[in-house]
């Protein structure tokens, strides 16, 4: 799981989340030392943040 946020009109962050299925606790757990956070605001992270906007549009208007 991936979530950007713009903080202004050319830069983003983001906060990402890994998880995998636990068959004996029969759920979704997080996996130890994925994700994380940006490291700082920066131009190539809103770059990333609006071709995921767009790949997601494209796929729900199709």
Not at 10 to 36: F, I, L, R
Not at 42 to 60: K, P, R, V
């Amino acid at each position: 799981n991936t979530c950007y946020s713009f903080v202004s009109d050319t830069e983003a962050v983001h906060v990402a989340s890994v998880h995998q299925y636990d068959p004996e606790k029969k759920t979704m757990v997080t996996v130890p030392g994925a994700g994380g956070l940006s490291s700082a605001r920066n131009e190539l992270e809103a770059h990333y943040a609006w071709a995921w906007g767009q790949n997601i549009w494209a796929d729900m208007l199709a």
